[in-house]
């Protein structure tokens, strides 16, 4: 059974920082692209960022240079890092995983994510 764990999400003031962490469990990590996705309240999910297998990365425009994704295979975790955040970085983020292979798409459950002050 395939599950993604997201945890990190909270409440923090602008300009604050936070980690995502996504473990998952039941897939051959080497083999998926990993993804951070957001949907802010009242629209639609967006990518955020993402990673492959071999480390490229890439980046939604309002994130570049603030938030930094990366992955430790020995954890079978994907982290996404968050820096100088903005009240419109609130929103539910969730992890995607997606197999090269099969291209099959796997869902975390989500975490929130508050940017106020």
């Known amino acids: 059974q395939v599950q993604l764990v997201e945890s990190g999400g909270g409440l923090v003031q602008p300009g604050g920082s936070l980690r995502l962490s996504c473990a998952a469990s039941?897939?051959?990590?080497?083999?998926?692209?990993m993804g951070w996705y957001r949907q802010p309240p009242g629209k639609q999910r967006e990518l955020v960022a993402a990673?492959?297998?071999?480390?490229?990365?890439d980046y939604t425009a309002s994130v570049k240079g603030r938030f930094t994704i990366s992955r430790d295979s020995a954890k079978n975790t994907v982290y996404l890092q968050m820096n100088s955040l903005k009240p419109e970085d609130t929103a539910v983020y969730y992890c995607k995983a997606r197999s090269t292979r099969s291209l099959t798409n796997y869902w975390g459950q989500g975490t929130q994510v508050t940017v106020s002050s």
């Open positions: 990673i492959t297998p071999a480390g490229t990365t």
């Open positions: 039941g897939i051959i990590f080497g083999i998926y692209d």
